[in-house]
């Protein structure tokens, strides 16, 4: 069973830094890119970053670059997304999602399995 776990959201104010972990089980994690995605109440989905376990490449939205980091180092079959300087509007569900590596960059269409999702809230 595959199953994807997240973990870390939380409450935090305005400029503040959250650590969100995503677990994978049940599938050859080298196979797959570990992607983040969020979704805000009324808005459409965003994808946040993208780790390629392949190539280890790195990829982040333009309205978090700079501020989030997927660390380079991790537990097995564990990606974080740390979160730094958070701004109301990154309030949001936080996806993790797991799709075949031989896509680039994580496109939501092809991914294969998600996660439950974990709640961010940054007050202002």
């Known amino acids: 069973e595959v199953q994807i776990v997240e973990s870390g959201g939380g409450l935090v104010q305005t400029g503040g830094s959250l650590r969100l972990s995503c677990t994978v089980s049940?599938?050859?994690?080298?196979?797959?890119?570990i992607g983040w995605f969020r979704q805000a109440p009324g808005k459409g989905r965003e994808k946040v970053s993208c780790?390629?376990?392949?190539?280890?490449?790195?990829t982040y939205a333009d309205s978090v670059k700079g501020r989030f980091v997927i660390p380079s180092e991790h537990a097995k079959n564990t990606v974080h997304l740390q979160m730094n300087s958070l701004k109301p509007e990154d309030t949001a569900i936080y996806y993790c999602?797991?799709?075949?590596?031989?896509?680039?960059?994580?496109?939501?269409?092809?991914?294969?399995?998600w996660g439950q999702g974990t709640q961010v809230t940054v007050s202002s």
């Open positions: 780790f390629s376990t392949g190539d280890g490449i790195k």
């Open positions: 999602a797991a799709g075949p590596n031989y896509y680039t960059g994580c496109p939501a269409e092809v991914v294969e399995y």
């Open positions: 049940g599938v050859t994690f080298d196979d797959y890119s």
